[in-house]
């Protein structure tokens, strides 16, 4: 089984959304690995700010089959595939790493370049497995997070109840 970590975010019904998408990927994974949860501005577009945070999953699928169930767990949600790729979004869910895997797989980019240029993605990724290596760098997650340049995006944690718990759980 592989380890998997994934991205969510949500500006639209941002609670709701990744509140459901926790309860679609428990009841296909069980087992989740989560980070907190952290407001953050739009990056790229004028519009309401993200909720954001990094799920740990194990899963012996491919990483088609694994795009298969997220994309269908994000059209479950109201994913507008229509839309501007810099926009609104009712849930985005990525796959960031598979293990240490590096390369494409099912047309998938790993890992995905998105955790260290995005604070969103790199510092829930960095709560979650600070000690987990980049599978490219070599170095861990906190050590980017400690370089990474931090007045580049806004962030900050916000309280986020799932299943009746605050995460991460």
């Known amino acids: 089984m592989a380890l998997i970590y994934l991205s969510l975010g949500s500006n639209i019904d941002r609670h709701i959304r990744i509140g459901a998408a926790l309860d679609a990927l428990h009841a296909e994974f069980r087992e989740l690995l989560l980070s907190p949860v952290y407001e ?8 309401d700010n993200f909720y954001n945070l990094v799920v740990g999953i194990h899963s012996d ?13 994000e059209n479950d949600n109201g994913r507008d595939r229509t839309a501007a790729r810099f926009g609104p979004r009712s849930l985005d869910i990525d796959i960031l790493t ?28 960095a709560d979650l497995a600070p000690q987990a290596l980049h599978p490219k760098t070599g170095k861990s997650y906190a050590e980017h997070w400690q370089h990474y340049d931090k007045s580049k995006q806004n962030l900050w944690s916000v309280e986020f109840i799932w299943q009746g718990r605050r995460l991460p759980v």
């Open 40 to 47: 953050s501005d739009s990056v790229g577009f004028e519009g």
């Open 98 to 125: 598979v293990d240490a895997i590096c390369g494409h797989r099912d047309g998938i980019e790993l890992p995905r370049d998105e955790i260290l240029k995005n604070a969103f993605v790199l510092l829930p990724m």
């Open 61 to 73: 699928k491919s990483v088609g089959e694994l795009s298969l169930i997220l994309k269908a767990i």
